[in-house]
């Protein structure tokens, strides 16, 4: 990387479905493919089917939903 080299930092995370992990992580490698350097912040846990790479990854704890939730209604 040189100081020129542009960077973004993206964050993502998930509770119950991981539809917009996946998207984000075809938005990731495209930006990582044109030549950015992209640090993911990314909250949930790990799934391994779904890469971010070439981008660095920093993994928060994840938060985990009760496994019963009640209606707020």
Same mark, same amino acid.
């Given at each position: 990387? /040189?100081? /020129? /080299?542009?960077? =973004?930092?993206? !964050? #993502?995370? !998930?509770?119950?479905? &991981?539809? *917009?992990?996946?998207?984000?992580?075809?938005? &990731?490698?495209?930006?990582?493919?044109?030549? @950015?350097?992209?640090? #993911? @912040?990314?909250?949930? @846990?790990? =799934? $391994? *089917? &779904?890469?971010?790479?070439?981008?660095?990854? *920093?993994?928060?704890? $994840?938060?985990? =939903? $009760?496994? /019963? =939730?009640?209606?707020?209604?």
């Amino acid at each position: 990387m /040189t100081p /020129t /080299t542009p960077r =973004v930092l993206f !964050y #993502v995370q !998930y509770l119950l479905g &991981i539809g *917009h992990v996946r998207r984000s992580a075809l938005v &990731i490698q495209a930006l990582a493919n044109a030549g @950015i350097q992209v640090d #993911v @912040i990314f909250g949930g @846990i790990p =799934v $391994p *089917h &779904i890469s971010f790479a070439p981008a660095t990854l *920093h993994y928060l704890d $994840p938060v985990k =939903v $009760p496994t /019963t =939730v009640s209606p707020v209604w």
